[in-house]
């Protein structure tokens, strides 16, 4: 039997790995560029990355953060989008444990850091992640935990529901990606959604606010926003946190 802290520190160097190849989701998948070939480039000289200068992080550091071939700078999101995913798998294992469901929100986290890089850097969130991760969810649920079912398709509809609305109200604040997001996180968190879309409209709302203050009421309401990064931000506190608030707010109120 392996030991909690090796399990934690395995988790860690996985997300890592994983993080890596979600540098290349985010790089090719918007493009319709196949995720499997060719190998990983330089994107300015078009140099094969060779596997000593493709060691998630520590590579992008010992380089300096370009390129060994060509010296072009090498964005740091990269390192960062791996130190996170590796974070995240770690902080999953750590809270969650290894049992069933844990494999389905490792793949929520990365699905939530692949869906921010890529609504970051284009304003899309593509339905080749999020229908796979849709259906996942809907597989480990009925198999692995049956009787949260129905309440799982009930959150995904009614989160969904929610985002459709506004997305019509507003075709300029929200898209139907976000909706389709809003939708599948039902399906992975459950009842759980609500602080996660609470959180995210807070977030947004804040960021919102401070573009305004910044820029000006014109100008501010101009600015174009994703929307995607924000739910991010609210699945991963519904998924560490979520039912603690849930449950902290029902004995606030006396329920």
């Known amino acids: 039997m392996f030991s909690p802290a090796l399990i934690v520190v395995a988790s860690a160097v996985g997300g890592l790995c994983i993080g890596s190849f979600l540098n290349v989701v985010a790089y090719r998948m918007p493009a319709g560029l196949s995720l499997v070939s060719p190998g990983s480039a330089c994107p300015g000289c078009g140099t094969a990355i060779r596997p000593y200068d493709?060691?998630?992080?520590?590579?992008?550091?010992?380089?300096?953060?370009?390129?060994?071939?060509?010296?072009?700078?090498?964005?740091?999101?990269?390192?960062?989008?791996?130190?996170?995913?590796?974070?995240?798998?770690?902080?999953?294992?750590?809270?969650?444990?290894?049992?069933a469901q844990v494999w389905l929100d490792l793949c929520f986290v990365a699905a939530l850091?692949?869906?921010?890089?890529?609504?970051?850097?284009h304003r899309i969130i593509p339905n080749r992640i999020l229908a796979p991760l849709a259906g996942l969810a809907l597989a480990v649920t009925a198999l692995f935990a049956p009787g949260e079912l129905p309440a799982r398709l009930i959150s995904a509809a009614a989160g969904g529901g929610m985002l459709l609305i506004a997305a019509l109200a507003y075709p300029g604040g929200m898209g139907m990606g976000d909706v389709k997001l809003a939708a599948v996180m039902g399906l992975v968190l459950g009842p759980a959604l609500g602080p996660a879309l609470l959180v995210a409209l807070l977030a947004g709302s804040l960021v919102g606010a401070a573009i305004i203050a910044r820029r000006g009421l014109a100008e501010g309401r101009k600015t174009?926003?994703?929307?995607?990064?924000?739910?991010?931000?609210?699945?991963?506190?519904?998924?560490?946190?979520?039912?603690?608030?849930?449950?902290?707010?029902?004995?606030?109120?006396?329920?």
Request: hydrophobic residues 55%; contains cysteine; charged residues 10%.
């Open 224 to 255: 174009a926003v994703p929307f995607g990064p924000f739910l991010a931000l609210g699945g991963l506190v519904g998924l560490f946190a979520g039912h603690l608030i849930i449950h902290g707010y029902l004995k606030a109120v006396g329920l």
């Open 113 to 121: 850091v692949a869906v921010t890089r890529i609504d970051l850097e």
């Open 54 to 99: 493709n060691v998630p992080v520590i590579s992008w550091l010992a380089l300096r953060g370009h390129c060994r071939a060509c010296d072009t700078e090498i964005s740091a999101r990269y390192p960062l989008t791996e130190a996170a995913t590796g974070l995240l798998f770690a902080a999953v294992v750590l809270a969650i444990h290894v049992h």
